[in-house]
């Protein structure tokens, strides 16, 4: 029996299961919502706990930098694996461990008001060593609440 | 019988209960270790929860940046506070609300390797509209993880 | 005679006139080359004075990011200036000098390889105090050299 | 004769007459003021091409920002030079034109005032691909004028 191209084990899969089971993105309750070679994206519900103001009742700026962050990591991630090719299980999954933040740039350009927010990362540059991600945050209403740009190690 | 200057409804006490009892930074374990009118930080402790990279045990780059946002958001608090003086309680919540992160860069220096982490706040610039502050995460060993800048509207 | 809507005082046209007359920008040969009320643009072509690495022949890190911070600059100006309507020229003229960038983030994405480069501004934000603008430069052949984000004062 | 460790071919020296000799650099008025293996500064004059505002006769936020990135530039050339050791003088220039600027943040904190600028970056972090440097920008009067942080490609 043969394993399709985005089979069980395609890197993909690895990275998503990667991505959805990082005990952070488990407590914000954070899921891979879609994930292709050059472009990502996360979805998550409102809960009383990414609250960071009370009176407005809207997320914690930490919590869209972190779905920001994840979602530029993950994007860059999959742009390693596609330059790469033929990668086995492991060395997809040491590719994944290897992948770090080197900056970013959050910028809040709405309240973070809403019931479930979808985010989305594009690749800008890809390259041997760094990858250079754009990411943007929207709610059900497909308001803009926040974009950020991220540098990423991925050599 | 007189409350003192830093009694229990002084300014900064206020913003130090707001702070510390914020949803999301309760969900994170972050404690206001220190406030005064242009510097202040907080501290959190490793737990299984705040990991972003399962193999090698550290902390996930949107903990970092929620501590960054969270100390740089305090301390421009405690700057417009200063600048404004004789606030009465109430004016002091309705300004702490008004209160917002506009950007934020973050740089990932070293990886979050520790036990006890503390995040250190400072005032760069301040004035009626916006304020910008310079922070920063060490470890209990003094080893320094990561710095940030963020820009606030304070007006 | 009646002057037009966007005759010879009209707000844009001043602000076209401040930007193409600054001294900085006609030292490098930045010209205004569209202005409207939420993007614009600027020109200019390679010469060697604006050269940053002689062996790639490429524009200086600084030419760039010079003509995204001033690119960010006027697109706030001219989002300022809708916001307000019927300024007097005199007023117009005191807003422009009021603007000023809070900070600004550039991406340097390919070598500043070119005969002509192209700017373009955008605005994500814009309020009473503070306006948050994208930035892209291209060259003649539409290749993608760096982008940018700035915040900018405008009240 | 022996030539000194910084001596007329010292990797530095070299490094030093490459960013004294870049085209933007001379057009600003810029040179190296100090260079060491982990810290550098540039200093320039006021004049009037580089004014931004005329109204208030101060620096154009591109003449900061180039003058950052240029900090940031050597600095980060400076530490891979260190980092790599017994370089060749062609090895050495070739490194110097490899280096670029990822990406930059600029926080302007006060109005670019002054006769005399000096600037200074230092290393945050160096690696085998990476380095990421913090600069600043005073006046003769030792007023900070501007700070910022840059990422570079050294590898």
Redesign the interface.
């Known amino acids: 029996m043969l394993a399709s191209a985005q089979g069980i084990n395609s890197p993909l899969k690895i990275v998503r299961e990667?991505y959805d089971?990082?005990?952070?993105?488990?407590?914000?309750g954070l899921k891979v919502e879609f994930l292709e070679i050059d472009r990502a994206g996360f979805c998550f519900s409102m809960k009383?706990?990414?609250?960071?103001?009370?009176?407005?009742g809207i997320l914690?700026?930490?919590?869209i930098?972190?779905?920001l962050?994840?979602t530029g990591?993950i994007t860059a991630t999959a742009s390693a694996i596609e330059r790469m090719k033929d990668l086995s299980n492991d060395e997809v999954?040491k590719l994944i461990?290897r992948i770090?933040?080197?900056?970013?740039?959050?910028?809040?350009?709405?309240?973070g008001r809403g019931i479930q927010f979808h985010s989305t990362g594009t690749v800008?540059?890809t390259g041997r060593?760094?990858a250079?991600t754009?990411m943007e945050l929207k709610n059900e209403e497909n308001v803009l609440i926040a974009?950020g740009?991220g540098?990423y190690?991925v050599?």
């Open positions: 990667v089971n990082l005990p952070f993105n488990r407590l914000l009383n706990e990414l609250i960071g103001n009370t009176v407005h914690h700026g930490g919590v930098s972190t779905v962050d994840t990591g999954a461990s770090g933040t080197i900056d970013m740039r959050v910028d809040y350009l709405r309240p800008m540059r060593k760094v250079v754009r974009v740009t540098t190690i050599g």
